[in-house]
């Protein structure tokens, strides 16, 4: 819901930038669309704190309460 939130936000500022000064768009801005139930791909955010620190700081992310491991090529260190 955040995220169709973000999407709708954007639309509608986009939109009132188009209003004012079309010249700086190629078309008009169009709706946020929602994707096929089957085969659409969806996004799922997780938090910091849903994400295994001793995984990621193996370069694998492992969700909370799942079983899903996934490795990652970003770099998971401060340094």
Request: proline content about 6%.
């Amino acid at each position: 819901m955040m995220i169709l939130d973000r999407n709708w936000k954007s639309f509608l500022a986009a939109n009132e930038v188009y209003k004012q000064n079309p010249s700086k768009f190629k078309s008009r801005p169009r709706l946020p669309r929602y994707k096929k139930k089957i085969t659409g791909r969806n996004i799922v955010v997780y938090t910091k704190q849903a994400i295994s620190k001793k995984q990621l700081k193996q370069g694998i992310i492992n969700p909370s309460k799942t079983g899903i491991y996934l490795k990652t090529l970003v770099p998971t260190s401060r340094s």
